[in-house]
């Protein structure tokens, strides 16, 4: 990732900020590609879906047996929730490395 910025930064002759900026774009971004990728993960470790057949052309799902790895599944729920909440993040917060002559430290938890 720091690659990546060093990078973009000479190519496009970035100001710090621009830098900054651009910088937490990229981070939000993976941090939405990984949710999506935890998001299929759970979505596949679910159990079986349940369908009620009554109306045989319009079924409605009513519930899923349980998960096969029920403790795997939570920490793919996890994890998908984990980086949907931090591709939300602001541009202060999502980044937490010295860009430029911005420097923004996460607070500890």
Do not use: C
Request: net charge neutral; glycine share 4%.
């Amino acid at each position: 990732m720091r690659s990546l910025i060093a990078e973009l930064t000479e190519y496009l002759n970035l100001t710090p900020e621009q830098q900054f900026r651009v910088s937490a774009m990229i981070k939000r971004n993976i941090h939405a590609e990984k949710a999506s990728v935890f998001h299929r993960y759970y979505m596949y470790g679910q159990g079986e879906a349940i369908y009620d057949l009554t109306d045989p052309m319009n079924p409605k799902l009513i519930g899923r047996e349980p998960a096969k790895d029920p403790w795997l599944n939570e920490i793919m729920e996890g994890k998908y929730k984990q980086h949907l909440e931090m591709s939300k993040l602001p541009d202060e917060k999502v980044i937490t490395w010295s860009v430029g002559s911005f420097k923004y430290v996460q607070p500890p938890r």
